[in-house]
């Protein structure tokens, strides 16, 4: 089977300010796979996640050389439509996030703003099932999202992220803020979403990383230390760096 | 021990000072106006449609005024709301740092020119320039009167709804982007519905702020009592029926007792109207805080 | 997408424009205030009376006038609005009797001017006696202004951290010690700040004063403060409307006018800059 690349950044630099944040990283993400995003608090994880689909646009002082590819196509290239870029990458935060709208709304607004009219319901449906949401809310779409428990909040959405059809899809910590039993539903659901979508997943969480991914990477003060097969990394890392992060002789 | 609740009283006692002052404003209201009503009916007070006070016989309907205060408040409104709004969204979600630094003091400025230069503007520059446009008879209309007074009161709701509008978390705005929405999908879908309630409270208070408001009708709006028909024709204000005529009243007289008695239903309009917005405001910190 | 686009760009040119409206406004009114009364203002417009039944000479007596009402309305409003501030603060807990003070500043800051006015005619200028006084405006002046200050206290003290006040309880100090050797002196640029846009206030305004302080021509300056007064914002309007020649008295309208607008601008400029001079100067 040929390895295929859906996401490669290059010698991708990032700077908040003064501050150097990312150092020449280069990843590539393999579709269809899970990779996971290791490293201590502060090494750059969640800024990294935030190139690839321009979210740390939203801060002033960003400046960021090299290169983010997506599907081959440089996504900091000014052709680069960022709105359409942010559809067909979905993302799913530290935090729930769902708007104080129904259950049923946050998921229908990725398509609204699409200006889709028809099969929303369909849609909505779908997304929810695929987020293993459906049977828990199926009677009471029109709650306000904010009722949910934070786990089913979560997987709203992921559901919410789900509905607009992306291709790859980005989490940043999704499991933070939830208790193990929620966590276990989030992880499981990996397993299934990969089939269809590419995911790039940021953890703190040693075992979670272990667990879920197929491939990790390990970021330090902004540099990528090692990419490689989870497996490797967590049986056989080349790197002294690595393996203290990993047997947790720091972090 | 108890010098320190001795202190606790001191100071209790004079954070009960607004209460009493708004007490006080209350008691004095209705025991300088509510003997009018022993002479005049109170329905014929509210709905006459003649305001005579020194006239013989005096007649005290104050239809007019409580006309001409609603209409020139509404106009303010179509002016103030869209705009106050408007430059609230812009100055919290689009400006540059740079030009937020710049337009929010100009805002602040344009909110602390006193009551009184906006009525001198309006009676020297603007009502002349509305009269030659329209080719009125006289410039000094409540379509004047509502510009200026819009004017007025868009910093208040600009300021109001600034708040509320940087206050929606990130997150949502975050996640509203991340879906592919554009900027502005996220600000009409996701970041004003949010901010509602405050951009509401923010209404309420510009509206209180422009039916209170006195200096400006009573300059600008041109002061006749009658039920108005149009918006270019002149109004007077219960405010500036006031201000106008309690220099030439005898204390005690039925003209005195009349004034204060405008002033009551004002007083009640413009509670109802804080009451309303604090009871809006107080709802969404409770929404805000108990949401997860 | 194209449409999507477009409506973004609608939208953001429609905010654009309401933000031009606001500034526009403002610069035309400084501009025809600042052009047409630059003419008038000399060191004589300052210095000297009112002469030939207000047509010629200056406005001294109305600068004065509005100084007078503005100080002696903040020494009234200053000390009440920071005890009650303190307590706000300091003292209260969450619960009904907070929210009933609350809502007692909220509304009475919603009271439109001009009732301010009748109370001050009933109460000070009637019950008390003091007649159309400087007092009499001044008093009713200083309750206006009250929310205004309350309120920017009460920012100001809670702005200063808990850690401070733990610190120095922790060190044995009692409550009272506590708000008076450490919260207040951290608090008192804050509210040096409301109490600076409450003078500001206070000078500007016209209806509460109109039958409370306010006289249109007086020969003399005040020799007390149960004397009648002139003041600036008051001028301005009495020029206007009761002025018998107008080709000579809306000029010096106009020179009133800006120098009115100048002190209260300058004096919010002088409150916005110490505040966003705090806001960003992160000592703690």
Known sequence: MVKRDKVVTKNLNLWFGDNHVLKDVDIGIEENKVTAVIGPSGCGKSTFLRCLNRMNDLIDTTRITGKVLF????????????????????????????????????????????????????????????????????????????????????????????????????????????????????????????????????????????????????????????????????????????????????? | MTKEIFIKRFFLFFALLSIFFLAGIVFVLFKEGISLFTRVNIIDFLFGKSWYPTHTPAEFGILPLILGSLLVTAGALVVAVPLGIGSAIYVSEIAK?????????????????????????????????????????????????????????????????????????????????????????????????????????????????????????LMVAGGSAIIPHTFFQPVRAMTATIAAEMGETVVGSMHYQSLFAIAIVLFMLTLTFNIIADFISQKFKKKMTGGL | MKKR?????????????????????????????????????????????????????????????????AIGAILFALPLSVFAAIYLSEYARQGRLIRVIRLGVNNLAGVPSVVFGLFGLAVFVKFFGFGVSIISGALTLGILILPT???????????????????????????????????LPSATPGILTGAILGVGRAAGETAPILFTAATFFITRLPSSIFDEVQALPYHIYALMTEGTHPDLQVPIAYGTALILISLVLLINLVAITIRYRIRKEKRW
Request: proline fraction near 4%; include cysteine; charge should be neutral.
């Open chain 3, 149 to 183: 200050i309350i309120r920017a206290s009460e920012e100001a003290l809670l702005a200063v951290p808990r850690s401070f006040r733990e610190a120095s309880l922790a060190l044995g100090a009692t409550k009272w010690q506590t708000i008076r050797r450490a919260v």
């Open chain 2, 97 to 217: 740092p740079g030009i937020r630094d710049v337009i929010k003091p100009l805002l602040e400025i344009l909110a602390g020119v006193p009551s009184v230069v906006y009525g001198f503007f309006g009676m020297v520059i603007f009502a002349p320039f509305i009269q030659n446009l329209f080719n009125l008879p006289t410039g000094l209309t409540a379509f004047t009167a509502s510009v200026i007074l819009g004017i007025m009161a868009l910093p208040t709701i600009a300021s109001i709804a600034e708040d509320a509008i940087s206050s929606v978390p990130v997150s949502f705005k975050e996640a509203s982007l991340s879906l592919g929405a554009t900027k502005w999908e996220t600000i009409v879908r996701v970041i004003v519905p949010s901010a509602m309630s405050g951009i509401s409270t923010a209404i309420i208070l510009g509206m209180g702020r422009a039916i209170g408001e006195t200096m400006t009708v």
């Open chain 3, 5 to 69: 686009k477009l409506k973004q760009i609608i939208g953001f040119s429609l905010l654009r424009i309401s933000v031009s409206i606001a500034i526009f406004a403002l610069f035309s009114i400084l501009y025809f205030i600042v052009v047409r009364g630059a003419g008038v203002i000399n060191l004589e417009f300052f210095t000297s009376m009112p002469r030939e039944g207000m047509t010629e000479g200056g406005i001294l007596p109305a600068i004065l006038g509005t100084f007078y009402l």
């Open chain 1, 71 to 251: 599907d081959g196509e440089d996504v900091y290239n000014n052709r680069m439509d960022v709105v359409d870029l942010r559809r067909r990458v979905g993302m799913v935060f530290q935090k729930p996030n769902p708007f104080p709208k129904s259950v049923f709304e946050n998921v229908a607004y990725g398509l609204r703003i699409q200006g889709i009219r028809y099969g929303i319901h369909e849609k909505v449906e779908k997304a929810l099932r695929s987020a293993v949401l459906w049977d828990e809310v199926k009677n009471r779409l029109n709650i306000s999202a904010l009722s949910l428990s934070g786990g089913q909040q979560q997987r709203l959405c992921i559901a919410r992220a789900l509905a607009c059809e992306p291709e790859v899809i980005l989490m940043d910590e999704p499991c933070s803020a939830l208790d193990p039993t929620a966590t276990a539903k989030i992880e499981e659901l990996l397993f299934t979403l990969k089939e269809r979508y590419t995911i790039c997943i940021v953890t703190h969480n040693m075992q979670q990383a272990a667990r879920v991914s197929d491939y990790a990477a390990f970021l330090l003060l902004g540099e990528l230390v090692e990419f490689n097969d989870t497996n490797k990394i967590f049986t056989n890392p080349k790197d002294k760096r690595t393996e203290d992060y990993i047997t947790g002789r720091f972090g």
